[in-house]
């Protein structure tokens, strides 16, 4: 019954910043692996960052490494992405993903993923 629910997309102007949130219900969200994907028009989606839940490792993507910083909050059952110095190649739908599996360490590879949220679309643009 685990479910994924993102929110925080939007236009912003390059050199912006903006923060994703990904909100799940259901139970043992803390034991799990949460990773966020994009993908844009034309394109195969791609993994973002993601982070661990026992020791809370994350991993980047080399194209948003140093821009972007995941991070969560358990009691919130909240996992969030922080973007910063936006550009317009990150315009893409958003998603969040779950691994439901206890302690997995988390990996930018989509078959790794077997709950999804809906996507939040986030448009750079001037």
């Known amino acids: 019954q685990l479910q994924l629910v993102e929110s925080g997309g939007g236009l912003v102007e390059p050199g912006g910043s903006l923060t994703l949130s990904c909100t799940f219900s259901g139970s043992g969200m803390d034991y799990y692996a949460i990773g966020w994907f994009r993908q844009a028009p034309g394109k195969e989606r791609e993994g973002v960052a993601c982070i661990s839940a026992k020791d809370e490792s994350t991993l980047y993507d080399d194209s948003v490494k140093g821009r972007f910083s995941i991070s969560r909050d358990n009691a919130k059952s909240t996992v969030y992405v922080q973007m910063n110095s936006l550009k317009p190649e990150d315009t893409a739908v958003y998603y969040c993903?779950?691994?439901?599996?206890?302690?997995?360490?988390?990996?930018?590879?989509?078959?790794?993923?077997?709950?999804w949220g809906q996507g939040t679309q986030v448009t750079v643009s001037s």
């Open positions: 993903a779950a691994r439901v599996q206890l302690f997995r360490q988390c990996k930018l590879d989509e078959a790794d993923y077997n709950r």
